[in-house]
């Protein structure tokens, strides 16, 4: 199984609504990452998880609050987010070990902001 | 530090004509290379990889790229497109760290495929 997938697939939120994404994979990787894309851009990254610990956090706005609660799974909490962060927020993994580490790509999360 | 340059913002091809979407990177290590594929509203697909043990890469779908370390690039090529490779294409360096790695992307090259 080479799929990492993603939860909810769209979502719609008002500024002062809580809501999460949710992402899962089950290849035994051990890094998993948060990415922010914008229309007609590279994705950016947001957070990386190394066994289960947060390792990077590019300056991400508070509002935005990743949780690692195992190896398989990541979620990332949103709250009172503003419009300009609509966008498709992507979810990957990888292995933790190992000369060369591919990243696997979930399908995305496609977010609008009111 | 690490970069990627895609030389092309958008390719327009017809189908079953060859594609050719150029890269050119820079690394201060021996690089990890990879071309990723995005379909609309999509999430991104691993189409190749480069890991140093052979200079020419083939991939899914037909697609292959050369590592050529002398121009420092990557490019991928087709040898007949299908209106199915219409998509973004970004050519992304890897660096392996503790525990994780770090993707350094291009800014993506858009491939048109007119019938």
């Known amino acids: 199984d080479t799929e990492v997938t993603q939860t909810p697939k769209h979502l719609v939120m008002g500024m002062t609504n809580k809501k999460s994404l949710k992402c899962e994979q089950h290849?035994?990787?051990?890094?998993m990452y948060w990415y922010k894309q914008k229309a007609k851009k590279p994705p950016e990254l947001m957070f990386v998880?190394?066994?289960?610990?947060?390792?990077i956090n590019e300056s991400v706005p508070s509002r935005f609050s990743p949780e690692c609660p195992n190896s398989s799974l990541l979620n990332l909490h949103l709250h009172a987010l503003q419009p300009e962060d609509s966008a498709l927020y992507l979810c990957?993994?990888?292995?933790?070990?190992?000369?060369?580490?591919?990243?696997?790509f979930g399908p995305g999360t496609r977010l609008t902001v009111l | 530090a690490q970069s990627v340059t895609q030389l092309d913002s958008h390719v327009s091809v017809s189908e079953g004509t060859p594609v050719l979407l150029r890269c050119n990177y820079s690394s201060s290590y021996s690089p990890s290379l990879f071309w990723y594929v995005q379909h609309p509203n999509k999430g991104l697909q691993l189409l190749l990889k480069?890991?140093?043990?052979?200079?020419l890469v083939k991939g899914i779908n037909g697609f292959e790229a050369e590592f050529k370390k002398s121009e420092t690039s990557f490019h991928l090529t087709k040898p007949s497109a299908h209106m199915s490779d219409a998509a973004e294409y970004f050519c992304v360096v890897s660096v392996s760290n503790s525990g994780y790695s770090t993707l350094t992307f291009g800014k993506g090259t858009m491939l048109l495929v007119s019938p």
């Open positions: 480069y890991t140093s043990a052979a200079t």
């Open positions: 290849m035994g990787h051990r890094a």
């Open positions: 998880y190394s066994y289960e610990k947060l390792s």
């Open positions: 990957a993994s990888s292995q933790g070990w190992g000369a060369i580490r591919w990243q696997y």
